[in-house]
């Protein structure tokens, strides 16, 4: 029994209220912005600030923190967020329940740096979905390279698409028809 209450101790607030409290709404939608100190999360929860100051917790980790909102109009909020881009100091986080709004605030353990992403997975996401573009390649040679890209990852409708107008491309270049 006591290595389960050290277990239990040891989970963050949020995945312990989900165990012990039933209906918990997660929290996804929230904004977030930055100062040369801190890193901040804005979260908008209708009626937050009439609810007991201890209903709203928040711990935070080097890499990580977690938000709970206990019993507000009859349910528990939660925000747990991981994989921080860069490492924040656990002592140095806070909240601010304001009207309908919690602000939590993250010290940044590197002050005056810049977060161009809140987490490492925000960080891969957007930048597998930035374009490569090689400025020393031929425009319609990197044309092809795209199109023989959207070939491979297309479903079979896109590519039977694509091999359709490369053949009519192919017959009207060999036509010497190659106006549009």
């Known amino acids: 029994e006591r290595k389960a209450e050290l277990l239990e ?3 963050p607030a949020a995945v ?5 409290m039933g209906y918990t709404v997660k929290i996804s939608n929230y904004g977030w912005d930055q100062s040369d100190k801190f890193a901040k ?3 908008t929860l209708t009626g937050v600030h009439q609810v007991p100051t201890e209903n709203v917790q928040v711990s935070f980790r080097e890499r990580s ?7 507000l109009n009859g349910k528990s909020y939660s925000m747990i967020v991981n994989n921080l881009l860069k490492p924040i100091s656990v002592e140095g986080g806070s909240k601010k329940v304001k009207t309908h709004t919690v602000l939590i605030l ?3 353990k590197a002050e005056n740096t ?4 809140r987490t490492h997975v925000e960080k891969e996401c957007k930048e597998k979905e930035k374009p490569s573009h090689d400025t020393e390649m031929d425009p319609s040679e990197e044309l092809m390279n795209v199109l023989k890209e959207i070939h491979e990852d297309g479903d079979d409708d896109m590519k ?3 091999n359709t107008a490369w053949a009519e ?3 009207k270049e060999a036509k010497g028809d190659t106006e549009f």
Do not use: C, M, P
């Open 160 to 162: 039977q698409t694509i």
């Open 106 to 108: 993250h010290r940044k």
């Open 169 to 171: 491309s192919g017959e």
């Open 16 to 20: 312990v209220a989900l165990i012990t």
């Open 9 to 11: 101790n040891e989970k």
């Open 41 to 43: 999360i804005s979260v």
């Open 65 to 71: 923190f977690d938000l709970l909102v206990k019993n």
């Open 114 to 117: 810049w977060w161009d992403y």
